[in-house]
């Protein structure tokens, strides 16, 4: 296969990536494991290779609820009691390391409840090998002739790699091989190391592979546990005696992409040497978390196999575009019981720990469900990655382009069935998720095909050449002339011999001063070219000085940027749990406002509720009144009629028969004003 790698560099290649990317849902497996005894009760029934149901015995809370409903689950694929390791690695872990191996990250992770069978199928037993040790065989099985130098590739520290120079990766080969030798001396093995040399190996042909490329693999073994993270390849020997591993932060690169910083990252170049180094993890895990863990772990395990190829050039030579490399990676996870609770005693300590692998993995669903939501209602929801390191760690698969692979790990035993609900469901949501995929990052680069034979063959040529040149070569460095001619003298008189002599010996001389001549002229040469490799030396070795000098201040300055970094990280840290801390406390008071406010607001309401009695009240009250003073204006108004009319009536009277002048003025007046004197007040109350 043609194929050229790139770092996504170029706006137009993201373009072109963009278009080839499409939507994928996880897949994701059931494994169920045997029972642990003959007398245990089964509540899963394998129905076909994709479809399990769950009954729910007498004992579950659903049955006691009145939900006896059988439920069905659907795989990809569901591997029953019997199924080997190397069918789950076949089904579930082959397609993962060929996708790897066409430049795309990938994640398989084992999910269930403790004492499911996650770290058996991860990691497995004697003479049963698992799914990591199952990938490190099958990747050096096929690309054992195409790898790289070691040192070649170097990682940056920043997720990155760089391309060595041939000489320092030489120098490094020297060095370590000097350190092995030395350790080897003082070296025990683990009996997992002797294990893995009696373990057949898994021999199984990849897709992915291309034999005009060099390989290189790195390995990194991490330990989320209690929300922090552990290097378990780090040497704990410089800890002293207490041998406490240092928690790592975990940080976004350049290009978005999720690492644990300052991990150890080994280069391995063999599959036993790969063991050699799980082994070692695993040794550093038993040693550290198995002691507070008992058998059942409590923390999640990741396992990263990183792949860096590049293509080799057209002459199929070592790769000359330093940058033109791809890096690819396969994370295995073992995550922690999802229960753990039952399995450990509850001391104060373990019931922590089960709290905060229930938190972690109470994130992860959290963040699948948001995810599931954003993108089935195009919603832009902030996903809580950053609430757990776990979740913070794989942000990149969920988010970025990936495939995903999901081992449900079952224990089919009646008691566990509320708890196999549960990790049902969750396999539901995985369901549900939707994840980039991107075709390949693989772009054709025109090469020829078979460039890797086509050189070798020619070196090979090339070498013999060569060899039957220094041959020829060797026979004429002394020859100065032809042999000597015949000097039988035969006669005495025979002046011929010795004037061919003389002859002979002049061509000769001659041509030893020409010879001499010559050496002379390439001594000089020879000499002048020493001189120039000589100043050629002197600049090289005082520019590798200067260069020394500089990219010691440029470490320095890392150092202390790393070093500020880090203070900065730490800072952040404390900022947003500050940040968090005082949004909790912004939401009680919220809440607490919320409350008065409801209070405050029946209070109105209860107060509007007298308000409109007394309103009532009131009005019936006022209604009253003003009947009474209706009553009492028209009475008055009666009354005043009455006077009038009395009054007129007294007029007409008086007019009948002629009246005194003054007294004439007084009834004049009080007939056309209604104004009552007090005097006629006086008689209208009396006539009242
Ligand atoms: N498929 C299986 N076949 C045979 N034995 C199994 C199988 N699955 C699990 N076991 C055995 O069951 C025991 C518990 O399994 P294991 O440690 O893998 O559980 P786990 O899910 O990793 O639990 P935890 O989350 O607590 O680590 C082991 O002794 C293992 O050998």
Same mark, same amino acid.
């Given at each position: 296969?043609l194929?050229? !790698?790139?770092?996504?560099?170029?706006?137009n290649v993201q373009?072109?990536c963009?278009?080839?990317?499409e939507r994928?849902?996880i897949?994701?497996?059931c494994r169920?494991?045997s029972m642990e005894n003959?007398?245990?009760?089964s509540?899963?029934?394998v129905?076909?290779?994709k479809?399990v149901?769950?009954t729910p &015995?007498?004992t579950?809370?659903?049955f006691?609820?009145?939900?006896y409903?059988?439920?069905?689950?659907?795989?990809h694929?569901?591997?029953e009691e019997?199924a080997s390791?190397e069918?789950v690695?076949?089904?579930?872990t082959?397609?993962?390391?060929?996708?790897v191996?066409?430049?795309?990250?990938c994640?398989?992770f084992a999910y269930g409840?403790s004492?499911?069978g996650?770290?058996y199928?991860?990691?497995g037993e &004697?003479?049963k090998p698992?799914i990591i040790?199952?990938?490190?065989?099958?990747?050096?099985n096929n690309?054992?002739?195409?790898?790289?130098?070691?040192?070649?590739?170097k &990682?940056d520290k920043m997720n990155?790699?760089?391309?060595?120079?041939?000489?320092?990766?030489w120098?490094?080969?020297q060095? *370590?091989?000097?350190?092995?030798?030395?350790?080897?001396?003082?070296a025990c093995?683990? $009996?997992d190391?002797?294990e893995? $040399?009696?373990?057949a &190996?898994c021999?199984?042909q990849?897709?992915?592979?291309d034999?005009?490329?060099?390989y290189?693999?790195?390995i %990194?073994?991490?330990e989320?546990?209690k929300?922090?993270?552990?290097d378990?390849? =780090?040497?704990?020997r410089? !800890?002293?005696k207490?041998?406490r591993l240092?928690?790592? @932060?975990?940080?976004? $690169?350049r290009?978005?992409?999720?690492?644990?910083?300052?991990?150890?990252?080994?280069e391995?170049?063999s599959?036993?040497e790969?063991h050699?180094? @799980?082994y070692k993890g695993m040794c550093t895990?038993?040693?550290?978390?198995g002691?507070v863990?008992?058998?059942?772990?409590?923390s999640?395990s990741?396992?990263?196999i990183?792949i860096v190829?590049a293509?080799l050039d057209?002459?199929?030579?070592?790769?000359?575009q330093k940058?033109?490399?791809?890096?690819s990676?396969l994370?295995?996870?073992d995550?922690?019981?999802s229960k753990?609770?039952?399995?450990?005693?509850?001391t104060s300590q373990r019931?922590?720990e089960?709290?905060?692998?229930?938190?972690?993995?109470?994130?992860l669903?959290?963040?699948?469900e948001?995810?599931?939501e954003?993108q089935?209602?195009?919603?832009?929801?902030?996903?809580p990655y950053?609430?757990s390191?776990?979740t913070?760690?794989?942000k990149?698969?969920?988010?970025?382009?990936s495939?995903i692979h999901?081992?449900?790990?079952?224990n089919?035993r009646a008691?566990?069935?509320?708890?196999?609900l549960?990790?049902m469901?969750?396999?539901?949501i995985?369901?549900?998720?939707?994840?980039?995929?991107?075709?390949s990052?693989?772009?054709?680069t025109?090469?020829p095909?078979?460039?890797?034979?086509a050189?070798?063959?020619?070196q090979?040529?090339?070498q013999?050449?060569?060899?039957d040149e220094r041959?020829?070569?060797?026979?004429?460095?002394?020859?100065?002339s032809?042999a000597?001619?015949?000097?039988e003298?035969?006669?005495?008189?025979?002046?011929?011999?010795?004037?061919?002599?003389i002859?002979?010996?002049?061509?000769r001389?001659?041509?030893?001063?020409l010879?001499r001549q010559n050496l002379v002229?390439?001594e000089?040469e020879f000499f002048?070219?020493?001189?120039a490799?000589?100043?050629?030396n002197f600049?090289a070795?005082?520019?590798?000085t200067s260069l020394?000098?500089i990219?010691d201040? =440029?470490t320095n300055?890392?150092?202390?940027?790393?070093?500020?970094?880090n203070e900065m990280?730490?800072c952040a840290?404390? @900022?947003r749990?500050?940040?968090?801390?005082r %949004? *909790?406390?912004?939401?009680?008071v919220k809440?607490? @406002?919320m409350?008065k406010?409801m209070?405050?607001l029946?209070q109105?309401?209860e107060?509007k509720?007298?308000?409109?009695?007394?309103?009532?009240?009131?009005?019936?009250?006022m209604?009253e009144?003003?009947?009474s003073?209706? !009553?009492?204006q028209?009475e008055? *108004?009666?009354?005043?009629?009455?006077v009038?009319?009395?009054e007129?009536?007294?007029?007409?009277?008086?007019?009948?028969?002629p009246?005194?002048?003054? %007294?004439f003025?007084?009834?004049?007046?009080?007939?056309t004003?209604?104004?009552?004197s007090?005097?006629?007040e006086?008689?209208?109350?009396a006539?009242a």
């Amino acid at each position: 296969m043609l194929a050229m !790698y790139c770092k996504k560099s170029s706006k137009n290649v993201q373009a072109k990536c963009q278009q080839m990317r499409e939507r994928g849902q996880i897949k994701f497996f059931c494994r169920i494991r045997s029972m642990e005894n003959d007398s245990d009760i089964s509540c899963i029934k394998v129905l076909s290779d994709k479809i399990v149901s769950l009954t729910p &015995p007498s004992t579950s809370v659903g049955f006691q609820t009145g939900n006896y409903r059988e439920i069905h689950c659907l795989f990809h694929r569901v591997f029953e009691e019997d199924a080997s390791q190397e069918t789950v690695f076949e089904w579930t872990t082959i397609p993962l390391i060929n996708d790897v191996f066409r430049g795309k990250s990938c994640l398989l992770f084992a999910y269930g409840l403790s004492g499911g069978g996650k770290t058996y199928t991860m990691n497995g037993e &004697p003479r049963k090998p698992g799914i990591i040790s199952r990938a490190l065989d099958v990747i050096f099985n096929n690309i054992m002739h195409f790898q790289a130098e070691k040192f070649v590739f170097k &990682p940056d520290k920043m997720n990155g790699f760089e391309v060595q120079a041939e000489e320092d990766a030489w120098k490094e080969r020297q060095c *370590e091989a000097h350190r092995t030798q030395r350790l080897m001396k003082y070296a025990c093995r683990t $009996d997992d190391a002797i294990e893995c $040399d009696q373990q057949a &190996p898994c021999y199984i042909q990849l897709e992915g592979i291309d034999e005009d490329n060099i390989y290189a693999i790195f390995i %990194s073994y991490v330990e989320v546990y209690k929300n922090a993270v552990y290097d378990l390849l =780090e040497d704990t020997r410089d !800890y002293g005696k207490h041998k406490r591993l240092q928690g790592k @932060l975990v940080r976004e $690169d350049r290009t978005h992409d999720m690492y644990v910083h300052d991990v150890v990252e080994v280069e391995v170049k063999s599959s036993k040497e790969a063991h050699e180094i @799980l082994y070692k993890g695993m040794c550093t895990k038993r040693k550290i978390f198995g002691s507070v863990t008992s058998g059942f772990s409590c923390s999640h395990s990741v396992f990263t196999i990183r792949i860096v190829q590049a293509v080799l050039d057209q002459f199929g030579g070592a790769p000359e575009q330093k940058g033109a490399y791809c890096v690819s990676k396969l994370c295995l996870v073992d995550l922690a019981g999802s229960k753990c609770t039952n399995y450990m005693k509850n001391t104060s300590q373990r019931l922590g720990e089960s709290g905060n692998i229930n938190n972690s993995l109470m994130t992860l669903k959290t963040c699948l469900e948001i995810l599931h939501e954003n993108q089935k209602l195009g919603m832009k929801k902030l996903i809580p990655y950053r609430d757990s390191k776990l979740t913070y760690l794989f942000k990149n698969f969920f988010e970025g382009e990936s495939n995903i692979h999901a081992l449900i790990c079952v224990n089919p035993r009646a008691a566990n069935f509320d708890e196999t609900l549960h990790v049902m469901k969750f396999a539901n949501i995985l369901k549900e998720v939707q994840v980039l995929h991107q075709s390949s990052t693989v772009k054709s680069t025109g090469f020829p095909v078979g460039r890797r034979r086509a050189n070798q063959m020619f070196q090979e040529a090339l070498q013999k050449l060569e060899q039957d040149e220094r041959v020829q070569s060797s026979d004429d460095i002394c020859s100065i002339s032809t042999a000597f001619p015949c000097l039988e003298l035969k006669d005495p008189m025979d002046d011929k011999l010795i004037h061919n002599l003389i002859q002979f010996l002049e061509f000769r001389h001659e041509q030893y001063n020409l010879q001499r001549q010559n050496l002379v002229h390439k001594e000089k040469e020879f000499f002048e070219h020493l001189k120039a490799v000589m100043q050629k030396n002197f600049l090289a070795q005082h520019e590798n000085t200067s260069l020394h000098d500089i990219l010691d201040f =440029e470490t320095n300055k890392r150092i202390a940027l790393e070093a500020k970094e880090n203070e900065m990280e730490s800072c952040a840290e404390q @900022l947003r749990q500050e940040l968090y801390n005082r %949004s *909790e406390a912004i939401k009680m008071v919220k809440q607490e @406002l919320m409350e008065k406010k409801m209070q405050l607001l029946w209070q109105v309401l209860e107060n509007k509720q007298t308000a409109q009695k007394y309103h009532i009240k009131l009005t019936a009250e006022m209604g009253e009144v003003a009947c009474s003073m209706e !009553y009492l204006q028209s009475e008055q *108004e009666a009354r005043l009629k009455a006077v009038v009319v009395h009054e007129a009536q007294n007029g007409v009277e008086m007019l009948k028969k002629p009246l005194p002048l003054a %007294s004439f003025s007084r009834r004049k007046r009080s007939v056309t004003s209604p104004i009552i004197s007090s005097e006629d007040e006086n008689s209208t109350s009396a006539m009242a």
